[in-house]
Protein backbone atom coordinates (compact mmCIF):
# COMPACT_ATOMS: atom_id res chain seq x y z
CA UNK A 1 0.00 0.00 0.00
CA UNK A 2 1.17 3.46 -0.88
CA UNK A 3 1.43 6.52 1.35
CA UNK A 4 -1.78 8.03 -0.73
CA UNK A 5 -3.78 4.88 -0.44
CA UNK A 6 -3.10 4.91 3.27
CA UNK A 7 -4.22 8.03 3.80
CA UNK A 8 -8.74 9.06 3.13
CA UNK A 9 -10.09 12.11 3.42
CA UNK A 10 -13.27 12.15 5.73
CA UNK A 11 -15.97 14.83 6.77
CA UNK A 12 -16.71 14.92 10.70
CA UNK A 13 -20.69 14.54 11.54
CA UNK A 14 -20.75 13.60 14.87
CA UNK A 15 -18.11 14.98 17.91
CA UNK A 16 -20.02 13.93 20.63
CA UNK A 17 -18.04 13.83 23.73
CA UNK A 18 -15.07 15.42 22.02
CA UNK A 19 -16.09 19.10 20.69
CA UNK A 20 -12.54 19.95 21.72
CA UNK A 21 -10.67 17.35 19.39
CA UNK A 22 -13.07 17.58 16.47
CA UNK A 23 -15.02 19.99 14.40
CA UNK A 24 -18.61 19.29 13.25
CA UNK A 25 -18.16 19.70 8.89
CA UNK A 26 -14.56 19.70 8.78
CA UNK A 27 -12.35 17.93 6.76
CA UNK A 28 -10.05 15.61 8.82
CA UNK A 29 -7.22 13.31 7.48
CA UNK A 30 -8.02 9.21 8.32
CA UNK A 31 -5.60 6.86 8.82
CA UNK A 32 -5.68 3.65 7.73
CA UNK A 33 -6.08 0.91 10.74
CA UNK A 34 -7.06 -2.70 10.11
CA UNK A 35 -7.30 -2.84 13.99
CA UNK A 36 -9.39 0.07 14.54
CA UNK A 37 -11.68 -1.04 11.90
CA UNK A 38 -12.45 -4.36 13.16
CA UNK A 39 -13.27 -2.63 16.98
CA UNK A 40 -15.49 0.46 14.95
CA UNK A 41 -13.25 3.12 15.36
CA UNK A 42 -10.89 5.23 12.73
CA UNK A 43 -7.49 6.77 13.36
CA UNK A 44 -7.73 10.15 12.68
CA UNK A 45 -5.48 13.27 12.89
CA UNK A 46 -6.99 15.79 14.90
CA UNK A 47 -6.60 19.28 15.89
CA UNK A 48 -3.66 18.54 18.03
CA UNK A 49 -1.62 17.10 14.91
CA UNK A 50 -1.58 13.85 16.95
CA UNK A 51 -3.62 11.00 15.06
CA UNK A 52 -6.31 9.39 17.61
CA UNK A 53 -8.95 6.60 17.54
CA UNK A 54 -12.60 7.91 17.16
CA UNK A 55 -16.11 6.22 16.65
CA UNK A 56 -16.10 5.47 12.96
CA UNK A 57 -19.71 6.53 12.85
CA UNK A 58 -18.31 10.41 13.53
CA UNK A 59 -17.18 10.08 9.54
CA UNK A 60 -18.06 9.91 6.27
CA UNK A 61 -15.60 9.66 3.53
CA UNK A 62 -15.14 12.36 0.59
CA UNK A 63 -14.06 11.82 -2.56
CA UNK A 64 -11.94 14.51 -4.33
CA UNK A 65 -10.72 15.27 -8.06
CA UNK A 66 -6.80 14.71 -7.15
CA UNK A 67 -5.92 18.59 -7.85
CA UNK A 68 -7.88 19.38 -4.82
CA UNK A 69 -6.82 16.23 -2.54
CA UNK A 70 -3.13 17.13 -3.39
CA UNK A 71 -3.82 20.93 -1.54
CA UNK A 72 -5.86 19.77 1.22
CA UNK A 73 -2.83 17.24 2.39
CA UNK A 74 -0.30 19.65 1.56
CA UNK A 75 -2.58 22.44 3.78
CA UNK A 76 -2.26 19.72 6.56
Known sequence: MTKAQAIQLVVCIDNEGYPVSLEKRKIYVALRD?????????RIVDESGDDYLYPKRFFRPIALPSSVKRAVLAAA
Open 34 to 42: ADADKLGLM
